[in-house]
């Protein structure tokens, strides 16, 4: 009889915590890409309310837009990781030399959401 009754707290107590670490798991941190194009030299910012996790050595790629955005048709140019300068991440991916339109985008993480900026276009100064 006493292990019926000590079988069922363990079973919430083991129920409630599952619940608990699945429900924190799927809570991921706001994060804000930006972009600028100065000429062909193409640079921005990674934001979160969490930078030490989610801006903090995060992955940036450049996106080369190709017709519509998001068509399936947009090239990965070339990517950077975003690193803390003063009190703000950033990434830069110098000169690339071509000119167009471009977007960044942050792929999601387990702690961290994703995101795309929005389109510029970079022309080379003559």
Not at 49 to 65: E, H, S
Not at 82 to 98: D, F, K, M, P
Not at 105 to 122: H, L, Q
């Amino acid at each position: 009889m006493r292990a019926k009754h000590l079988a069922v707290p363990l079973l919430v107590v083991a129920v409630s915590a599952g619940l608990a670490t699945g429900s924190e798991a799927a809570v991921r941190a706001k994060t804000t890409v930006t972009i600028k194009a100065e000429g062909t030299d193409l640079s921005g910012t990674v934001r979160s309310p969490k930078p030490k996790v989610c801006a903090d050595n995060r992955t940036v790629l450049l996106i080369r837009q190709v017709g519509t955005r998001g068509g399936g048709d947009d090239e990965r140019l070339a990517s950077d990781t975003a690193s803390l300068n003063g009190n703000v991440y950033e990434w830069s991916t110098g000169n690339t030399g071509t000119e167009g339109k471009f977007y960044a985008k942050v792929r999601r993480t387990a702690k961290c959401k994703g995101d795309t900026s929005p389109t510029v276009v970079a022309q080379a100064n003559n």
